[in-house]
Nanobody, 115 residues
Framework: QVQLVESGGGLVQAGGSLRLSCAAS????????MGWYRQAPGKQRELVAR???????NYADSVKGRFTISRDNAKTTVYLQMNSLKPEDTAVYYC?????????WGQGTQVTVSS
């Protein structure tokens, strides 16, 4: 059974930092691309950052220079370090694991940035 369990969300003031973690189980972690998406109220889910299956990274323009995605294959965990947070970063953040044939999602973790 595949599980993606996010943690690390919470309430933070603007300018602060949070580190999200996503622990994966039930997949061959190193064979999957891993990413973070977010969905704000009334908006569509959007890509925040991801590792492609080839190992390169993609970032949304709105988070470039502020967020950093990383992964630890030994711990089967992907991280999102979020610095200089803004109120517009407020959303539910979802972990995603993808391959050519499979696409898995976590339950999400709430990030709220107060002004």
């Amino acid at each position: 059974q595949v599980q993606l369990v996010e943690s690390g969300g919470g309430l933070v003031q603007a300018g602060g930092s949070l580190r999200l973690s996503c622990a994966a189980s039930g997949i061959i972690f190193s064979a999957f691309g891993m990413g973070w998406y977010r969905q704000a109220p009334g908006k569509q889910r959007e890509l925040v950052a991801r590792f492609t299956r080839g190992g390169s990274t993609n970032y949304a323009d709105s988070v470039k220079g502020r967020f950093t995605i990383s992964r630890d294959n030994a711990k089967t965990t992907v991280y999102l370090q979020m610095n200089s947070l803004k109120p517009e970063d407020t959303a539910v953040y979802y972990c995603n694991a993808f391959s050519m044939f499979y696409d898995y999602w976590g339950q999400g973790t709430q990030v709220t940035v107060s002004s």
